[in-house]
């Protein structure tokens, strides 16, 4: 069975910093195209970063400059770095990996950035 199991959510300050990693049992894994998702409550679900098998990366507008996405494929896992995190960064960030039809999403970490 395919696991995707996101750490390293937590509670931090405006301005802090928190690493995410996403942990996964896909076979092939550095084929697969790999992205963080975040969900705010009474919110759409929201694409945050996607980073493709060949290490292309794309970037949602509201967490450029701030986010940083990376994968290890010699681990199976993908990171999310979050710098400057702001109050409206808060949400259940999820982990999610695509090959062909396949689509696989981790069950979330929580984030929440407040004084």
């Known amino acids: 069975q395919v696991q995707l199991v996101e750490s390293g959510g937590g509670l931090v300050q405006p301005g802090g910093s928190l690493r995410l990693s996403c942990a996964t049992s896909?076979?092939?894994?550095?084929?697969?195209?790999m992205a963080w998702y975040r969900q705010a409550p009474g919110k759409q679900r929201e694409l945050v970063a996607t980073i493709t098998g060949n290490g292309s990366i794309n970037y949602a507008d509201s967490v450029k400059g701030r986010f940083t996405i990376s994968r290890d494929n010699a681990k199976n896992t993908v990171y999310l770095q979050m710098n400057s995190l702001k109050p409206e960064d808060t949400a259940v960030y999820f982990c999610?990996?695509?090959?062909?039809?396949?689509?696989?999403w981790g069950q979330g970490t929580q984030v929440t950035v407040s004084s």
């Open positions: 999610y990996g695509n090959r062909g039809p396949y689509v696989y």
């Open positions: 896909l076979s092939i894994f550095s084929i697969y195209t």
